[in-house]
């Protein structure tokens, strides 16, 4: 059956054949914590007929997000330790995220921000935060690059984000604006000529970050929408996430890196994934995440090659942690040095 409106609830899952109704009661207990969407071209994408489905996996629920570990945590990259005013998070001297809404098209299960996105999540700024949140990018010079990110910042009406970005252009030290979405996959059809021109309202070098995780995503329809994209004069780099079970495999992950590639999208960031709430189920060991993205040396063109990252839970910021950038310690402890040169343990003591 093909829906014609997202999916939200556990009842529309049912109806949609994408769970078993016996499980409609514990889905509706994560729905009640961790917000449902899936728009009609990912229920569209979803091989039903596939228990592992991975493009399943990502966006249908499942009972087992109901289960917590120790290490998890309700903000795992540590936004709220460098937030200085709603909306901003200043973690690099040189950039900052603008996170203008808290709403996506799709909610992925495995989302890192997933305590903050959706209806019950943080919303959307209001006019004074908003203006605060612009005037404190005003007021500090060494913010070159703004990151719109959230939520999906292409959820907002061309309308609401060429506001936006008209105000960032007027800034001027600010000289790159950078955009992180699944839109171009998930509703590609809203990559139209209006949306780009508010994209590139702010009149600085514009980038779009894809996140996708799986080759299936980039559909004909979404290499179509990137293409509008990237000939209006943005640039696009991809960012997807290590999981258990959808891209945790030499193969799979090969062909997601060619696709980008294909589709003039230079990969860009691996994530490891992030220790949220619920998640344990698609988290892999470090170790199997090198052993994996070594398999794409040599075998893989150079312009496929990702960088596999780690958030350094509390805010520290990212490390490198490919094979040969960090060492194991045993027991699956590793140290991570942050960009300031401070250590951490991961996972985290405590
Ligand atoms: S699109 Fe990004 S912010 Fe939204 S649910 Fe997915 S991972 Fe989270």
Redesign the pocket.
Known sequence: MTAHRPLRTAGDLVEAGLIDASTEEAISRVASRY?IAISPVVAGLIDRADPQDPIARQFVPDAAELTLTPEERADPIGDGAHSPVTGIVHRYPDRVLLKAVHV?????R?????EM??PQGLGTLTPSELDAAIAYIADHSEIWEVIL????PLVLSPRRLGEILERLGAIDHVKVVRF???VPVVEPHRVDADLIAALKSSGKATYVAL?ANHPRELTPEARAAAARLIDSGIVMVSQS?LLKGVNDDPEVLAELMRAFVETRIKPYYLHHPDLAPGTSHFRLTIEEGQALVASLRGRVSGLCQPTYILDIPGGHGKAVISAGAIEAEGGGCYTVTDFRGNEHAYPPQG
Not at 104 to 108: L, M
């Open positions: 917000a996506c098209p799709v909610y992925c495995f989302c890192f921000r997933r996105v959706g990110t959230g939520g999906d992180h979405t699944r996140h996430v």
